[in-house]
């Protein structure tokens, strides 16, 4: 299975066993991780979709495998952890594209930073630059940092929305974009994962 735990402070030895406890739980289930997640993902639309379209069974099964794999990921991740050291922000992902959910944080800025001038991209919605800020912060885990990906990710909404609109001026938000990018960075730098 093609899983991705991101658990801020955790070794990549309690993210193994995460992952592992993960797809033992899909294993048992009996969904494997893809079938397990749009489950999930169909739940979490549900109370938003059509009121007579109701979960199947089996929708709702699967969600409960994702929702069991996420519990069995984080309790052997985190196994012996002080309570005051338990994330609150771990995710499961399935695993769609190494090359940016395993970016390292340097790799990630360089991304982030290229995404910025890449004309190719201008008008993508894709959430890699999402993925990418949550990969410059992976190791930290604070109110300031969920501020400063959220920072990235609506300045490259604003640059990318601004494509659309010609006469709208596009340096102010590309040096915005920017301008979150070294905040982003900078915090990264100065902070310490424990």
Same mark, same amino acid.
């Given at each position: 299975? @093609?899983?991705? =735990?991101?658990?801020?402070?955790?070794?990549?030895? %309690?993210?193994?066993?995460?992952? *592992?406890?993960?797809?033992?739980?899909?294993? @048992?289930?009996?969904?494997? $991780?893809?079938?397990?997640?749009?489950?999930?993902?169909?739940?979490?639309?549900?109370?938003?979709? #059509?009121?007579?379209?109701?979960?199947?069974?089996? %929708?709702?099964?699967?969600?409960?495998?994702?929702?069991?794999?996420?519990?069995? $990921?984080? !309790? $052997?991740?985190?196994?012996?952890?002080?309570?005051? &050291?338990?994330?609150? !922000?771990?995710?499961?992902?399935? =695993?769609?594209?190494?090359?940016?959910?395993?970016?390292?944080?340097?790799?990630?800025?360089?991304?982030? &930073?290229?995404?910025?001038?890449?004309?190719? &991209?201008?008008?993508?919605?894709?959430? @890699?630059?999402?993925?990418? /800020?949550?990969?410059?912060?992976?190791?930290?885990?604070?109110?300031?940092?969920?501020? =400063?990906?959220?920072?990235?990710?609506? /300045?490259?909404?604003?640059?990318?929305?601004?494509?659309?609109?010609?006469?709208?001026?596009?340096?102010?938000?590309?040096? *915005?974009?920017?301008? *979150?990018? #070294? *905040?982003?960075?900078?915090?990264?730098?100065?902070?310490?994962?424990?």
């Amino acid at each position: 299975m @093609n899983l991705l =735990l991101t658990v801020p402070g955790a070794t990549s030895e %309690e993210i193994s066993r995460g992952i *592992a406890a993960a797809e033992a739980a899909l294993e @048992n289930a009996g969904f494997t $991780a893809e079938e397990a997640a749009d489950g999930f993902f169909a739940m979490e639309g549900w109370d938003s979709a #059509d009121p007579d379209d109701d979960l199947t069974g089996d %929708e709702g099964d699967a969600a409960q495998a994702w929702s069991d794999a996420y519990t069995a $990921a984080r !309790n $052997a991740c985190c196994a012996g952890w002080p309570e005051a &050291r338990m994330p609150t !922000n771990m995710s499961l992902d399935l =695993l769609i594209d190494p090359e940016t959910q395993l970016a390292d944080r340097a790799t990630a800025l360089r991304m982030l &930073r290229d995404y910025v001038d890449d004309d190719a &991209r201008k008008e993508v919605f894709d959430g @890699n630059d999402a993925i990418l /800020a949550w990969r410059v912060a992976a190791d930290f885990e604070s109110i300031k940092m969920r501020d =400063l990906v959220s920072d990235v990710t609506v /300045a490259f909404t604003r640059l990318k929305h601004a494509h659309f609109h010609p006469e709208e001026p596009i340096e102010p938000k590309r040096l *915005a974009v920017l301008a *979150a990018i #070294d *905040a982003i960075e900078a915090a990264t730098e100065k902070q310490t994962s424990h």
